[in-house]
């Protein structure tokens, strides 16, 4: 009988994680160390030489990482940024063009609009969701990459891959899709046509907020020694004990994003009638626009969701300030729930640019704790009649 393709919970626990031959560790060790011994000049066992080129926990977190996307080449970095600098240096060079989304995480924005502005790389931002924005922002030729984020943050925007990716390739420009927010659980960007996944692995992948990284997953060889040789050149790594703590955090990705997904839709629920809230934004819910396109390229909508308050900025500050078990806090995706005010935490980088967001707006990172609590919490935070 010819071998099934392995389903996602099982490549999750096990790709790359050969137990230890010397000892019959079951979990590999972790390799913290800087250098390798040489059995004579140039007899490198295995490979390794120095751990900015290699270093087997980082391999065993790349293998896994390209494993989860059923993809050839995966590449961790120190963080999600550190991952999106060595792509953008190994593909742009002065003069081209990069076409990204009008919400994109701002720290994306700041690093392509600030850093590589300067190194005379131009940039637009256009609404994703607008297929003929994007074929007109598009420059055949000049636009060498195009980047989206869906679902998009704050406002959980869906965003069309498959479509997009056509747009970007008729162009000649490398479809890069941030797939941060749904993890390779809940979406796979490479085989809805993008070229490039980009995660920040500080957030579902690792899972527990208790370390940052960022990974690129792609099936281009040329690309990958390309992003490779920047890696080593640049040396963004990461780090032995950061590498195996992602790992560790993969195992459960699968089981942490259903109970993230249950969470957030039975929270959207009860949000959608509070007399309090304006508008709640989760592609879970059938009155978000984008609720038809994320049930055919997502398995769920995920663990994040956000909320406008009827009083305004001042109502949204008061409840992100008085939730007990949401702790006020940047990042998300961990097993414990956050909450953010979008305005001055994660997009205070954005103020007054094309992707400011509402100031009447708060950002919910659902967690995996007993719904009925988090329920709990989230009524005793809002205002009273
Ligand atoms: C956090 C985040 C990043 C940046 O990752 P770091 O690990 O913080 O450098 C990029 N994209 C998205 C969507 C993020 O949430």
Known sequence: MPQKKQQFETV??????????????IIPPIYQTSTFVQDGIGGFRGGYEYARGGNPTRSSLETLL??????????????????????????????????????????????????????????DTVEMMNLQAVAKAVIPGKTKVLWLETPSNPLMKVSDVAELAEIGHAAGALVVVDNTFASPYLQQPLALGADVVVHSTTKYLGGHSDVLGGGLVLDDDELHEKVRFQQFAAGAVSGPMDAWLT???????????????????????????????????YPGLESHPGHELAKRQMRRPGGMLSLTFKAGPKAARKFAESTKLFSLAESLGGVESLVGYPTEMTHASVKGTALEVPENLIRLSVGIEGADDLLADIEQALPKK
């Not at 999750?12 to 560790?25: K, L, R, S």
């Not at 961790?76 to 081209?96: I, N, T, W, Y």
């Not at 990204?100 to 850093?115: K, M």
């Not at 994003?257 to 629920?269: G, L, P, T, Y």
């Open 12 to 25: 999750a626990v096990h790709a790359g994680q050969e137990f230890d031959p010397t000892t019959g560790a």
């Open 66 to 123: 390209a494993a989860l996307e059923g993809a050839k080449h995966g590449l961790s970095f120190s963080s999600g940024l550190a991952a999106e600098d060595a792509l953008l240096r190994a593909v742009l060079e002065p003069g081209d063009h990069v076409v990204l989304g009008n919400d994109v995480y701002g720290g994306t924005h700041r690093l392509i609009n600030r850093i590589f502005g300067r190194w005379g790389v131009e940039n």
């Open 247 to 281: 790992v560790r955090g993969i195992k459960t990705l699968a089981v942490r994003m259903e109970r993230h997904s249950d969470n957030a839709q039975k929270i959207a629920e009860y949000l959608v009638g509070h007399p309090a809230i304006e508008t709640v934004f």
